[in-house]
C-alpha cells in the first residue's frame, strides 16, 4: 500500500500537489498560506507553538526580526487576526540582501544565499506585495543595532532570524527579552544547523539568562524556543 501512494505521489503534477497542500493548511489554520516561495523556515512551526502554548492570550505584541520576503510575516498576521485581532507585528528588516556577511559552513555566505534566491528581484518589493492585505503589521526597515527601543511596550513572541553574526544575535535576543512578558518566548531560527557561530550565542544568551528561563526546546530542523519565567 505506502508503494501503491509513493507511486501515486510521483505522478501527481505539481501545480495539483500544492493546491491540496494549501487547502489542507486553510483546513488547519483557517486563512490560505501566502506564495510558498516567500517563507523558507517554515513558520507553521511557529503558528502550532503560538496556539499549542496559547500566547496569543498573553499581554504584548509580536517582534519578527529578519522578514525576507515576508510569507512567515503573512502567517503570523493572519494567524492573529483570527485569535488576538488587537494585537500588532512588529517585523523589522534591513531589507539588503548584502549585509549578512556571515558565512555558513559549506563556505557561502548570507548573502550569497539570499541573492541567489532573489535572482535580481528586489526583496523590499516581494515583502511588500506579499503583505499588503496584513493590517496588523507595523514594518521598520531598520538595521537592528540602530534600535535602541521597540516601540511595543510590551511582548508576547518574538522570533529572530535577521543578521547571523555574533554580535547581532546578541544584540536581536537583548532587543526582544527585556520586553517579553511572563511565559512570553523568543524562538531563533538556525539552531544546531549550519551556521555553529549562531548556535554557540544562543548557548551563551541561555547561560547569561538562565535564571529567567522557564523551559527550553526545540522544533523541526533548526528553530530552539526559550520560554521566560
Known sequence: MRTFFRFIKKIIPPPIKQFFKSFWFKLKYGFWPPPPFTDLSGYEILLDTIIKYQLFKLEGDVVEIGCFLGGGTYKLSKLLERLAPDKKIYAI???????????????????EIYKQILRGKNQYEIYKRTIKNC????????????????????ILFAYIDGNHSPTYVKNDFYLVWK?????????????????????????????EHWSEILRIWTKGIKTIFIQKK
Do not use: R
Open 135 to 154: 493590517k496588523n503589521v507595523i514594518t521598520i526597515v531598520s538595521d537592528t543595532k540602530k534600535i535602541k527601543e521597540l516601540p511595543c511596550e510590551k
Open 179 to 207: 520586553k517579553i512578558v511572563p511565559n512570553g518566548v523568543v524562538a531563533f531560527d538556525d539552531y544546531g544547523y549550519d551556521l555553529p557561530q549562531v548556535t554557540e550565542t544562543i548557548h551563551q544568551l541561555v547561560g
Open 93 to 111: 528588516d534591513i531589507f539588503n540582501p548584502d549585509f549578512d556577511k556571515t558565512q555558513c559552513l559549506e563556505g557561502k555566505t548570507m548573502a
